[in-house]
């Protein structure tokens, strides 16, 4: 791909300023000058009700200083304020970005004169057209340029074009890239700058003006003036590359007080509808300039139709530049004061700036179909030939005065007039051909991003009905009348659904207009095929001569030309796609990471905060992940991340991703049995969704069975999320045909590369991970051992339960990540529940204790090896592995069985031991607040069962329960002898 997107670019909007010089109604008013500019950036405003001798009011002067981009003030020229803030923008414009120039400013402070001025001294626009043109002519990129010119007014929140005033009032839509669009706007395309200016004078007549106290001729409208600069290449190559460049130059109406302009009745109604816009456009700046800081605000772009259109201009794609404008006189100094403060604001706004490249890149499918028609073309030609060849061989003995009575039928100038129709035509076949490809693409993105739309929808109609069902449950013992009512009401849908809803059906309509352009290029393609073949037919039957023979020879080798350049450009698309594929998975890789780092911080955040104590494995794993972040080996994935194209989802690619999935997951299941000591303990197949069938004594792997832990895999999601990616895509449009093997291997050697290099860090991570855990496992008698997999994704369950239980500090809101794994924990299954309770359970076995309750309630409870509670547990089951258990003791199963019950202070602790008779159980209680424990010591029969979970928030007693499918008949030490217990052990888990 040539020249591709660029990253996007920061850009701070520029503001400057300008303070026009006092006139005569000022002077006329006996007012001074209080508005001075200090130097090329500073101005400073004085307080005109100052006094100097006035001792005690000298502490509260409103004199203030502001700095500004570039300031002017009377002496500057109209070439001085051009040149200072928009003549730099014009390379951009043509090299495709976005630009926009606003004038801001109270009525009467010289907005028009800088933006239009007057014939002597022109302003902006003129300047700024005049430099386009020039520089349009002056470049030497084989590009072919056109310019179109639109200018409207916004008039009482009425839009109209000052270029066909007859057109009646205009209406905003959102097109499908989000972009802001006149409906029906008249778009004049000239090459020519005296042209443009002509239609400028025309539009300029047309733009509201009236006569105020305050400036005789002051615009009663915003003015819009839109010129957008498109190029394309002028080689027709695969990679047309498209370069569109828009510039806005805005003459905003004057913000005005009532009083300043004495206006009434029609006036007034103009002066409220203006300032209402400028409100809302005052509202974006502030909310804009607080963007990312400490305060950051919604933008309300859809308050009034200026806002909307300066969209882009203020928080989207565009290099701005606003030039602020006020007046020196002291009569004026409220209104400049304000104006000095939004522009100060607006000083903060930054863009992102990306050039506007559209890269046609065609279907593979479109070449492969455009190829087997020219190869059947060729054959037929070929055919012919050889056909008529036969024939002249065989017709040699036939009359040879017919033959030269046929041929002479045809003169050497009809030959040569029907082997350019012939080329013509085939010529007019091939663009007919491109664009339907064109038309294909366009439909296909329409499609995309109605799907995305739709997605929007269905996404919060189904956080929305959630919600309900949460509200329903808490509103249980509300009556009948309230929870419809509540129902009903449902939370206010956010401004993107709406949005959402509203852009549908545009799509859909621009769908419906490209399959008709879609189908009349196809009848029209038939037509000409049908026009060549009967060309053709006025070929003489039978080549008799060497011309008329190289007639069909050069169409053939013309169809060969073209199939090879159409192979070529096929083969540069698969490549494309190739990279694409290839930055798709990097950038799914680095997802996942940034994931993991989030997950990973948090956690350590959150044992430091709490002073929990960390058992030395995690902290040398801690030490390691750190280390390996601060020598960069794991960034060598994120530098390998280059992701040149739009990460929109293509149809196709998803199809190239599905042939690489295979691959993917076989590296993936080899890497994984590399260190995962899954089929050594059997009892920890939890952990990676696999189970353990006792019977035959081996881990198996249950086809339907939901794995949401794979969710926080670092690996595994990249083909995971290509394989729901290929599934959902609509009916494949490349055909893997075209992909060829080369490319094919070149696909599967990369993803290795990149499964390799998560691998070997997932593999060393792994082995730090078992030893560590076999350490553990010695400890607390266990001898298990888990997967780096099991831990990250038990991090991440701890993660998510801490926040849920750890009470938020500052009112923040639940982010966006929380919110989907809070979400993905919901909708999971009953039976994962349970599986995610025994990881936290592994996971208070690793010492990596959450707090399930208000630490600051209950400082004493630091961590599972220090719980007063745990300790007996522990105890017991070391002393039994060590031999040294109590005789009377049977073999210990394992650390199960709870029914905790923690109300207030006091908590009560069933240890419950079973087994052959005399068994005892241990009740315990203990008054958390005292730090008193009490054990009751009972006979009893059955096996043993401890608890883990034994730090419950206060209220979240709940029964022992025999559900647990994975429980059930099977303690993990059972499990890891392969034998079932001769009785269920209960479990509860809270
Ligand atoms: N820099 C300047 N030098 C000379 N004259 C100026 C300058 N700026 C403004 N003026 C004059 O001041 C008057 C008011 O200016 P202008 O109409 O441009 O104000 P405006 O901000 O566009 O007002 P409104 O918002 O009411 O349209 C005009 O007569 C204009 O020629």
């Not at 607006?346 to 559209?358: C, P």
Request: charged share 30%.
């Amino acid at each position: 791909m040539k020249d591709l997107p660029e990253e996007w670019e920061d850009h701070q909007l520029t503001v400057a300023l300008r303070i026009r010089p006092l006139n005569d109604a000022d002077i006329e008013e006996g007012a001074t000058a209080v508005a001075h500019k200090i130097d090329r950036q500073m101005v400073v405003l004085m307080d005109p009700c100052e006094d100097s001798e006035n001792v005690l009011r000298s502490n509260r002067s409103r004199e203030k200083t502001y700095m500004f981009d570039v300031v002017f003030d009377y002496t500057a020229t109209q070439e001085d304020v051009y040149v200072a803030t928009t003549k730099n923008l014009i390379d951009g414009v043509i090299a495709g970005y976005n630009a926009t120039v606003f004038a801001y400013g109270p009525t009467g402070a010289g907005k028009t004169y800088t933006m239009l001025g007057l014939d002597s001294e022109p302003g902006i626009y003129i300047r700024t057209l005049n430099d386009l043109f020039r520089a349009i002519e002056d470049s030497t990129e084989d590009l072919d340029c056109t310019v179109y010119m639109s200018y409207i007014e916004i008039y009482n929140e009425i839009i109209r074009d000052l270029l066909n005033p007859s057109s009646g009032y205009l209406e905003l839509r959102e097109d499908a890239k989000g972009e802001i669009r006149i409906a029906g706007i008249t778009e004049f395309s000239t090459c020519n700058a005296k042209e443009i200016m002509a239609l400028l004078t025309k539009g300029n007549k047309q733009r509201t003006q009236e006569s105020t106290a305050a400036n005789k001729t002051s615009s009663r409208s915003h003015a819009i003036l839109q010129v957008t600069v498109k190029q394309k290449s002028r080689v027709k190559d695969i990679n047309e590359e498209v370069r569109v460049g828009k510039l806005f130059m805005v003459d905003l109406a004057g913000t005005e007080r009532a009083s300043q302009t004495q206006n009434r009745g029609k006036r007034m109604k103009e002066g409220a509808h203006i300032n209402r816009s400028l409100l809302a456009l005052a509202n974006c700046i502030n909310a804009l300039s607080e963007k990312g800081g400490k305060g950051a605000q919604f933008v309300n772009y859809r308050d009034s139709k200026l806002t909307r259109l300066l969209k882009d201009a203020l928080g989207g794609n565009s290099r701005t530049v606003m030039i602020t404008h006020i007046s020196p006189a002291s009569s004026n100094f409220e209104e400049s004061r304000n104006t000095l403060v939004y522009a100060d604001k607006a000083k903060n706004i930054r863009t992102k700036v990306k050039r506007n490249l559209m890269n046609v890149s065609y279907h593979l499918a479109q070449y492969t179909r455009i190829i087997a028609e020219l190869r059947s073309e060729i054959d037929r030609l070929r055919a012919k030939i050889d056909q008529q060849s036969q024939e002249q061989q065989k017709g040699e003995k036939a009359d040879i005065h017919e033959i030269q009575a046929e041929v002479q039928q045809y003169s050497h100038g009809e030959m040569a007039l029907l082997q350019e129709q012939l080329l013509s035509a085939f010529r007019e076949q091939m663009e007919i051909r491109r664009s339907l490809m064109e038309l294909e693409n366009c439909n296909m993105e329409l499609h995309i991003d109605t799907s995305r739309h739709l997605l929007t929808i269905s996404d919060w109609e189904r956080d929305r009905a959630r919600a309900r069902q949460g509200r329903g449950k808490v509103t249980e013992e509300k009556t009948d009348r309230d929870k419809e009512e509540e129902q009903e009401s449902g939370p206010e849908e956010p401004q993107f659904v709406t949005a959402a809803r509203e852009e549908i059906g545009p799509l859909l309509a621009e769908q419906r207009k490209t399959m008709e352009l879609k189908r009349e290029l196809e009848e029209k393609l038939m037509t000409m095929k049908l026009k060549s073949s009967k060309i053709e037919e006025l070929l003489p039957n039978r080549i008799s001569n060497r011309e008329q023979r190289d007639i069909l020879t050069l169409l053939c080798k013309v169809h060969e030309l073209e199939l090879e350049k159409t192979e070529i450009q096929s083969a540069v698309l698969c490549k494309e796609y190739v990279l694409r594929t290839k930055d798709f998975i990097i950038q799914r890789h680095e997802q996942q990471r940034t994931l993991c780092d989030d997950i990973i911080h948090q956690q350590k955040a959150l044992i430091e905060d709490q002073g929990l104590c960390v058992p030395e494995e995690l902290q040398e794993l801690y030490s390691l992940y750190f280390s390996e972040l601060s020598d960069g080996s794991v960034d060598q994935i994120v530098n390998l991340h280059t992701f040149t194209t739009n990460p929109r989802v293509d149809n196709s690619l998803m199809i190239m991703a599905s042939q690489m999935r295979l691959d993917v997951i076989s590296a993936e299941q080899q890497n994984n049995r590399k260190f995962s000591p899954l089929d050594k303990h059997p009892c920890d197949s939890s952990s990676s969704g696999l189970d353990y069938d006792s019977d035959s004594n081996r881990v198996f792997k249950p086809l339907s069975k939901p794995q949401p832990q794979r969710r926080h895999h670092l690996s595994s999601s990249p083909a995971l999320s290509i394989k729901v990616c290929a599934v959902k895509g609509s009916t494949p449009i490349c055909p893997t045909e075209a992909v060829s093997p080369d490319t094919l291997r070149e696909i599967v050697s990369d993803t290795k590369s990149i499964s390799v290099i998560a691998a070997k860090r997932r593999s060393h991570l792994a082995k730090v991970t078992n030893s560590r855990v076999a350490g553990l496992a010695l400890t607390t008698g266990l001898k298990s051992s888990v997967s780096m997999d099991s831990l990250v994704s038990t991090l991440a369950e701890e993660s998510s339960e801490v926040k849920r239980n750890t009470p938020r500090h500052g009112g923040r809101s639940q982010s966006k990540q929380d919110l989907k794994t809070t979400e993905a924990r919901r909708e999971l299954p009953e039976r994962n529940q349970h599986k995610k309770r025994s990881r936290s359970f592994e996971a208070s076995k690793r010492h990596i204790q959450k707090p399930r309750q208000n630490p600051s309630r209950y400082p004493a409870l630091k961590s599972i090896s220090d719980n007063r509670l745990v300790r007996p547990a522990l105890n017991v089951i070391q002393s039994h592995n060590s031999g040294a258990g109590n005789p009377a003791t049977p073999p210990v199963a394992k650390v199960k069985n709870t029914v905790s019950q923690f109300t207030g202070e006091v908590q009560l602790e069933k240890l419950e031991i079973r087994g052959t008779p005399p068994s005892i159980i241990h009740q315990k209680h203990s008054d958390v607040k005292r730090g008193q424990t009490t054990y009751k010591r009972q006979q009893g029969l059955g096996d043993v069962s401890y608890s883990s979970n034994l730090l419950q928030q206060p209220g979240n007693y709940k029964k022992s329960t025999d559900e647990n499918p994975r429980q059930k008949g099977m303690t993990d030490v059972n499990r890891k002898n392969g034998k079932k217990p001769k009785h269920p052990v209960k479990k509860s888990f809270v």
